[in-house]
């Protein structure tokens, strides 16, 4: 049994956050010991039987915290079961299909031999930070598109996956 669960994950304005607190949430249920912190927050993930690593899309890339995460901890993270996943989508399209990881997420993802990825839909709403994020709220082309119910039932799985999994990584 994976007991201790670390989710990292990378945000600007919270939505990612939500997300992984979620997942976080879902694997405690399962009974899990699960964390959600910030990405840039976490000095080591030794003490973590597993991780998950979220991020958010702004340009076709993960958000950069999410990114440094995996490249400092990459030795680390190789030798524990990992997932990704993405948050960005301002529309309801990771809800519809599955949203294949963007290009650097693939690459780390076979590099460190990640158990699996998905992409959830983003949220963008007013008072988002940044000059594009405000133009695109301002523009009627924000909002809330996390499916709450697709965010369980991956983290479901993660936590069925973590509680039959043998003692040792």
């Known amino acids: 049994m994976l007991t201790k669960v670390l989710v990292a994950y990378g945000t600007t304005n919270g939505s990612t956050a939500r997300i992984a ?5 879902v694997l405690r249920k399962a009974g899990v010991s699960a964390e959600a912190v910030p990405a840039r927050s976490v000095g080591n993930v030794e ?10 899309l702004y ?3 993960w958000h950069k915290d999410a990114r440094r995460f995996v490249r400092r901890h990459g030795r680390a993270l190789a030798g524990r079961p990992l997932w990704f996943f993405s948050s ?12 294949p990881p963007v290009p650097g997420v693939q690459r780390a993802m076979a590099r460190l031999d990640a ?9 963008l709403e007013e008072g988002a930070t940044g000059f594009i994020a405000r133009r695109i709220v301002s523009s009627g082309k924000g909002g809330d598109f996390r499916d ?15 509680t039959t999994a043998p003692q040792g990584r």
């Open 59 to 61: 340009a076709g890339r």
């Open 88 to 99: 960005g989508p301002l529309d309801a399209t990771a809800s519809e299909r599955d949203v």
């Open 21 to 25: 607190e979620t997942v976080a949430e």
């Open 148 to 162: 709450f119910g697709q965010i369980t039932g991956w983290a479901t799985r993660i936590g069925d996956e973590c």
């Open 115 to 123: 158990r699996g990825h998905i992409t959830f839909g983003g949220c």
């Open 47 to 56: 003490s973590y039987d597993a991780v998950i690593v979220g991020g958010g």
